[in-house]
């Protein structure tokens, strides 16, 4: 299961962090992910309380943001939002070219902070 995994390597981070910095109880977790990073964020969740039970990290509350693709246009650079499900074929709207874009953002999986004590 994909969001096990992830959430193992999160858990793995933030004691690594917590124990830097000599916290011991975990309370809010912010993970942002991308729309390409193809994270359900309910599953993610569970996994997440999943391994975290019984560590230090238990009770920890996730928050989840989800990133918005952003693509630039192959032909003329042009940086664009697609509409949803409309990724890999998306005209561009300043000139048309509907393939080829470069992802700048959608498939990044990273936490931004967390708070603990
Ligand atoms: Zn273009």
Known sequence: MHEMSIAQNLLEIISQEMAKN??????TVKIKY???????PEA???AFMA????TD?????????????????????HEFTP???EILLHPCPQCGQ?????????RELYIEYIEAE
């Open 57 to 77: 990290l238990e009770g920890a509350v996730l928050e989840l943001e989800e990133i918005p693709v952003t693509l630039e246009c192959s032909d003329c650079g």
């Open 44 to 46: 993610l969740e569970t």
């Open 34 to 40: 991308g729309r390409m990073a193809s994270v359900v």
């Open 22 to 27: 000599g916290m011991t109880t975990l309370h």
């Open 83 to 85: 509409d949803e499900d």
């Open 98 to 106: 509907d393939f080829g874009h470069t992802v700048k953002t959608g």
């Open 51 to 54: 391994v975290t039970i019984k």
